[in-house]
């Protein structure tokens, strides 16, 4: 069983920068997909950037050039860079995993996903 345990939330005014990290145990492939996604409440999930074993990544459009996703396999860990953040960036961010698939691309639909994090909030007041 994978288990994802996410760090680095918190509070930060318009324009400012958090990193998140979401570190993995558990893996027994190492055909991988990491991703990052956020919810508001009363709203569905939605993906933010997700990042393959190989590298590739993809990113929604409300956080291109914005967010940065990365991983250090080593680690088994993935990070979401953050910067010039806005009030509506605020959400609640869950790491997700999957593992063992054939990926053609990286995948930001939260169907892929297998495996989740609890969740950190990030909060950005204007």
């Known amino acids: 069983q994978v288990h994802l345990v996410e760090s680095g939330g918190g509070s930060v005014q318009s324009g400012g920068s958090l990193r998140l990290s979401c570190s993995a145990s558990g893996f027994y492939s190492s055909t991988r997909l990491m991703g990052w996604f956020r919810q508001e409440p009363g709203k569905e999930r939605e993906g933010v950037a997700s990042?393959?074993?190989?590298?590739?990544?993809a990113y929604a459009d409300s956080v291109k050039g914005r967010f940065l996703i990365s991983q250090d396999k080593a680690k088994n860990t993935a990070y979401l860079e953050m910067n010039n953040l806005k009030p509506e960036d605020t959400a609640i961010y869950y790491c997700a995993a999957d593992q063992g698939d054939y990926y053609r691309f990286p995948s930001l639909k939260a169907s892929t996903f297998d495996h989740w994090g609890q969740g950190t909030q990030v909060t950005v007041s204007s």
């Open positions: 990042i393959l074993n190989d590298d590739s990544t």
